[in-house]
């Protein structure tokens, strides 16, 4: 872990029109078990649609408690939403032919719900989608749409609940501005960004601000470029937000094209302070100034959090995440701590989760790395994702799936092989396969320790099989449905 002067400067801180949201109806201890069957690396048995995905975890100390919850890219423009263990071994796998980004727990009439966003990612670094809201068993209660005309879609930086049962998120349309100022053309094609909030019971847009009306195009920072002029076809992306966050009476916005927050009054749309940029109202104290940034967040100590990225022009070095002390009286801002291994580089995406006991999560975004660091810097966990995520999060998540577990078998010289997975399912710590005749003459072939997201034990050949999932009591949480010989052995 690489300390930096700058942390030692501020120890003294405390580190601390209708949308379419819409409603979707819709004890004691294992005795005699075996030693767990090894994970599998090619297709599951009883999943054959699905590949484990290939992660390695480095351990430096120890982390919080809590499964950590990712969007891993296939290719370019694919991503499915994955929950694994510290050891990067899946929990739930949600196979996506679009893109899911941003999934993690929020709460939601007052209950944990499993919330992402999904659609199609376009070229330009945005996406046309919705947010979904999954309930404790994986059930659809809700998807969020955009609101203002049929350009606008829920972009996939941003879905964010609040405690008034809205939604923040972002919309990404096509726009024409004068660009003369940048060096465009008078009539460009640029990409507005709206922020909107919506009440997901009903749809309505409560709240619909354009970033091109209250922030000057001059204030970008991106360059020109050959595929990004704002001629047709060619659209420029000036403000880029990538984060909302509910700040009290006003909304709290990262903008990455400009390196700059945005403090926005919520009744007005007024911009009531902007931190960082070319047009900032803060003086920045030694080791505050950000570039690229990602993921702002107001802490309830009033400190903000977020990803720097990239603290030079350069496109090497290492990421940062970092915690600001922001006097708005004064006008200035101090650093009270950063985060970095001091070589990891996110070129782009990321975020920055400050966790319950302390600890901070970063995900490294397109550098396919998610680091857990103690309050004081020190690295506890590594995880190596092997493909980007957009963002990553730790949480506390239990969860019973709505469908029963599966049970696929392979025939051996010796019986079979039989398979059981439950997807998602949180609380399994053992199976017990019962095998027999038929379905009313069950006794128990084997009862094993679950080792993954599929486990597996070997058993004597029998006409019928079904699948158990038990708890750490041992007490039964579900069964698979029988598995007659010849239906499904291989």
């Known amino acids: 872990m690489r300390f930096t002067r700058r942390r030692f400067l501020v120890l003294g801180g405390a580190v601390g029109l209708t949308g379419g949201a819409a409603l979707v109806s819709g004890t004691g201890s294992l005795r005699g078990a075996e030693a767990p069957a090894a994970a599998a690396t090619g297709p599951y048995v009883t999943m054959p649609e699905l590949r484990p995905p290939r992660m390695t975890a480095r351990r430096g100390g120890v982390p919080e408690q809590g499964l950590l919850f990712l969007g891993p890219f296939r290719g370019t423009a694919h991503a499915d939403g994955l929950i694994v263990d510290d050891e990067g071994e899946p929990v739930w796998i949600q196979p996506s032919q679009q893109t899911i980004t941003d999934l993690r727990v929020q709460t939601f009439q007052g209950r944990p719900v499993l919330t992402y966003w999904e659609g199609e990612r376009r070229t330009g670094g945005y996406g046309w989608g919705k947010g979904v809201i999954l309930d404790d068993s994986y059930r659809k209660i809700a ?258 799936p709505g469908t029963p577990p599966l049970l696929a078998a392979r025939s051996t010289a010796s019986g079979m092989r039989l398979y059981a997975s439950w997807n998602g399912a949180t609380e399994v710590a053992a199976w017990r396969f019962l095998t027999g005749p038929e379905s009313s003459r069950l006794t128990t072939a084997a009862t094993v320790r679950r080792a993954g997201f599929e486990t597996s034990a070997h058993v004597k050949r029998a006409a019928t099989a079904v699948a158990v999932a038990l708890d750490a009591n041992g007490a039964e949480l579900a069964r698979s449905a029988p598995l007659n010989r010849g239906s499904k052995v291989a």
Do not use: C
């Open 143 to 400: 998807e969020v749409r955009a609101g203002g005309g049929a350009d606008v879609h829920v972009d996939l930086h941003e879905f964010q609940l609040t405690d008034r049962g809205t939604a923040l998120i972002v919309a990404y349309p096509l726009v024409r501005a004068d660009m003369r100022a940048i060096g465009g053309p008078p009539d460009g094609h640029v990409f507005d960004n709206r922020v909107q909030e919506i009440d997901v019971r009903t749809g309505r847009v409560l709240f619909d601000w354009s970033a091109l009306e209250h922030i000057d195009i001059a204030e970008t920072v991106t360059p020109l470029a050959d595929n990004a002029d704002g001629t047709d076809g060619k659209p420029f992306d000036p403000v880029h937000v990538n984060s909302v966050e509910a700040d009290g009476d006003a909304l709290l916005l990262s903008a990455r094209n400009t390196s700059a927050l945005y403090r926005i009054d919520r009744r007005t749309g007024k911009v009531l302070w902007r931190l960082g940029g070319t047009h900032g109202d803060f003086d920045l104290g030694e080791g505050v100034e950000f570039k690229w940034q990602h993921d702002a967040r107001r802490r309830p100590d009033g400190t903000i959090t977020l990803f720097d990225n990239a603290i030079t022009e350069a496109e090497t070095g290492s990421s940062r995440g970092i915690i600001i002390r922001v006097d708005e009286r004064a006008k200035r801002a101090e650093l009270v701590w950063e985060y970095t291994d001091g070589a990891t580089f996110a070129h782009y995406m990321a975020n920055m989760q400050i966790l319950p006991g302390g600890n901070v999560l970063l995900g490294y975004g397109s550098t396919a790395s998610v680091i857990e660091y103690t309050p004081s810097g020190e690295v506890v966990l590594e995880l190596k994702t092997g493909q980007s995520s957009y963002r990553a999060y730790r949480h506390e998540w239990t969860a019973r």
